[in-house]
């Protein structure tokens, strides 16, 4: 048990790594589009390959169908409920955050990070240690995710021990996500474990849609496309040899 909150902590550690980049290595709003579409690619390649697979694999019925459009949905509403809070622009590597709510802010990154962080804990759980393919999925995408909502803070006036308490408040919030994820569903059937993978597959997508991949585009232009393939081999290649 203690493995699945120390593994979730870890994944999400790289928040802050993102921070510190953001902040004392500043980059270029075109790189950070380019690193956006990376992670992006790596995320969509563990969605296919290390949720919604599995969850097929593992259901024997169509609760994964209904667990990828549930995932999905509850997004979107979550989603649009912090939106309408004040945090639309979580993410926002231009400073956009300064007209919206702290408080929907910090809702938003969490909803963000919490769905891949329960499916740490239920690898775990399933496979008596952590996937290596999707724990390094997660890592590699938070990073960029980190640099650019770092970016955005910053520039809209946030101090830096703020946006490092931030990113600490998320990194544990993660790590009790992932805790959960092993210690909720210890008993369950084949049917709910396929049904919270794909769950997780959809809130995972839908999120992609809606912030990482159109900040990507912003930024980075045609090229997003190329770097988003790259993330999604690259990916792909530590689930086969896994």
Known sequence: ????????????????????VAIWLPVGFRTLGLVMAFGAGVLISAVAFELVEDAFETSGDRSWVLGLFAGALVFFVGDALIDRMGGADRKHSGGAQQSGSALAI??????????????????VLEE????????????????????AATSGLTTAGWARRHVFGLWGLVTVVCGVASLAGYALFDAASPATIAFVLAFAGGAILTMLADTMMPEAYEHGGKL????????FALAFTLSVLE
């Open 106 to 123: 910090v809702l938003g990154i969490v909803l963000d990070g919490v769905p891949e962080s329960m499916v740490l804990g239920l690898t």
């Open 1 to 20: 048990m203690a493995e699945a909150l120390l593994w979730g902590m870890f994944a999400s550690s790289a928040l802050i790594v993102g921070g510190a």
């Open 224 to 231: 997003v496309g190329l770097c988003t393939t790259l993330g």
């Open 128 to 147: 008596g240690s952590v996937s290596l393919a999707f724990l390094a999925a997660v890592f590699l995408s938070n990073v960029p995710e980190a640099v």
